[in-house]
Structures are given as structure tokens and as C-alpha cells.
């Protein structure tokens, strides 16, 4: 049972990138799947998420309109199009699943399984 994120890379602002997370052991349609970002010497934050509830997404603000988060159930894969980057975008990325109330979506402790991270480098 696990969960593997991978997509990252070195890439000029104004650049686009496309992570995918990918569960072995269970099926992501039962969970709710998010995608957090840490920066070097920074909390852990949420950047976006999908409910299995009816599919409703979330983004924090700062990645409204350039991010999007999809949905491949026939892949088991949870996917983030990352459009317009940013220097400060640049982070570990890391994708999570539970069983997520939607109060709660922005906790990384609502989240009992995670991936390991992959780097996302973002050059001015």
C-alpha cells in the first residue's frame, strides 16, 4: 500500500509541469487526495485537492487559475497541471489520500497515507 509521486523537475518561470500520484494497494476513488508543497525551511502547506465525494476540487489561492488537479480512476492516478510557474513555487510536492472531512482538507493530519515527495524547481 503506497502512494508515489513523481513529475517534478528544474523548469524556467512561465514553464508548465504535470505530477502524477500513483496508488498501489487501494483505490484512490474511496479518498480524498490532496497535494502539498514544503519549502526549504517552511511548513508543510496544502496547494490543491480532490474529493471522491461528487469530485470537488480545492486550490489555495495562490495557484488559482495556474494549477488543476484531475482525476484518472481507470489509472489509479491523481494528477496536478502546473501551468505559469513561479519561483516560489518551487517546493517538495507531495501527494496524499485519506478519508478528508471538508473542514478539515487543509490539515496534512487529515491525511494518513502520503507519497514520497518529488522536487519542483522553478529558475527566475
Known amino acids: 500500500v503506497q502512494l508515489q509521486a513523481s513529475g517534478g523537475g528544474l523548469v524556467q518561470a512561465g514553464g508548465s509541469l504535470r505530477l502524477s500520484c500513483v496508488a498501489s494497494?487501494?483505490?484512490?476513488?474511496?479518498?480524498?487526495v490532496g497535494w502539498f508543497r514544503q519549502g526549504p525551511g517552511e511548513e508543510r502547506e496544502i496547494v490543491s485537492c480532490i474529493s471522491h465525494v461528487g469530485g470537488s476540487t480545492y486550490y489555495r489561492d495562490s495557484v488559482k487559475g495556474r494549477f488543476t488537479v484531475s482525476r484518472d480512476s481507470a489509472k489509479n492516478t491523481i494528477y496536478l497541471q502546473m501551468n505559469s510557474l513561479k519561483p516560489e513555487d518551487t517546493a517538495v510536492y507531495y501527494c496524499?489520500?485519506?478519508?478528508?472531512?471538508?473542514?478539515?482538507?487543509?490539515?496534512?493530519?487529515?491525511?494518513?497515507?502520503w507519497g514520497r515527495g518529488t522536487q519542483v524547481t522553478v529558475s527566475s
Open positions: 494497494g487501494f483505490s484512490l476513488d474511496s479518498y480524498t
Open positions: 496524499a489520500a485519506g478519508q478528508v472531512i471538508v473542514t478539515t482538507i487543509r490539515w496534512p493530519s487529515a491525511y494518513h497515507k
